[in-house]
């Protein structure tokens, strides 16, 4: 999945949820210009980092990637 649609998906997660970015870095253990360059798609995530976001949000990685999980 390219960085840009990553990005939106997480964004549409984070605003369901009713987080700021601000809370979503801190619960997720990540500074917010991270999270930001993420939501705009200037960044790749590192696997461990996806993690701990989809946990936060409560979905699953394969939901915020849009794959279908195996």
Do not use: C, H, W
């Amino acid at each position: 999945m390219d960085s840009r649609r990553l990005g939106r998906r997480i964004r549409a997660f984070r605003k369901l949820k009713g987080y700021t970015q601000q809370e979503l870095a801190d619960r997720a253990g990540i500074s917010l210009a991270v999270l930001g360059a993420v939501e705009r798609g200037n960044r790749r995530l590192e696997d461990q980092i996806l993690d701990k976001i989809a946990m936060v949000l409560g979905v699953g990685v394969d939901e915020l990637t849009d794959s279908p999980s195996i």
